[in-house]
């Protein structure tokens, strides 16, 4: 169902990536590198932290490349 690469979700959030976007200061992967993989397809593993933890790391991304939508409320 869901066929685009950079879209990624679980039960709980939703995480998108712009590739356009990324100016790729790798905070995401040394902020919560169990999520956001550097070398590893997929490279968003949703089950590497808890959706809060993701969400709070994703509100950091400096670029705007990463968004991040709960499912039951948006939050980006
Ligand atoms: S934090 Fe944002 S800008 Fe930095 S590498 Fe990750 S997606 Fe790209």
């Given at each position: 169902m869901n066929t685009d690469p950079n879209?990624?979700?679980n039960n709980e959030i939703t995480v998108t990536y712009?590739?356009?976007k990324c100016i790729n200061a790798e905070?995401?992967?040394k902020g919560l590198s169990a999520v956001f993989r550097q070398t590893v397809i997929p490279w968003?593993?949703?089950d590497g932290a808890p959706a809060c933890k993701i969400?709070?790391?994703v509100k950091k991304c400096?670029?705007?490349a990463l968004q991040c939508f709960n499912?039951?409320?948006q939050v980006a």
């Amino acid at each position: 169902m869901n066929t685009d690469p950079n879209v990624f979700s679980n039960n709980e959030i939703t995480v998108t990536y712009n590739p356009h976007k990324c100016i790729n200061a790798e905070k995401c992967a040394k902020g919560l590198s169990a999520v956001f993989r550097q070398t590893v397809i997929p490279w968003i593993n949703l089950d590497g932290a808890p959706a809060c933890k993701i969400m709070a790391q994703v509100k950091k991304c400096p670029s705007g490349a990463l968004q991040c939508f709960n499912k039951k409320m948006q939050v980006a």
